[in-house]
């Protein structure tokens, strides 16, 4: 396996870029982006709307523990949704 980036939580060199557009470490589960990166959202469906720009563009990115983030793939609002 190709070594990947570092990450910022535990410091390994275990991170790689998803396919949903946010890094993700193996080791860790940490999960995080710039305001730089453009999420993909992957999905071929409508996402749900966007409380900020009002598109339905909303999709999931990962889950951290038992918090799963979301993020619009027009204007990058970002919600953290726990269960």
Do not use: Y
């Amino acid at each position: 396996m190709a070594k990947g980036n570092g990450c910022p939580t535990c410091h390994q060199h275990t991170s790689h870029l998803t396919d949903t557009g946010v890094h993700q470490c193996s080791n860790c589960s940490t999960i995080w982006f710039t305001p730089f990166d453009r999420s993909a959202a992957g999905q071929s469906r409508k996402g749900f709307e966007c409380v900020h720009c009002g598109r339905m563009t909303v999709h999931p990115l990962g889950s951290v523990g038992v918090a799963k983030i979301w993020r619009c793939s027009i204007c990058g609002t970002t919600i953290v949704d726990k269960a």
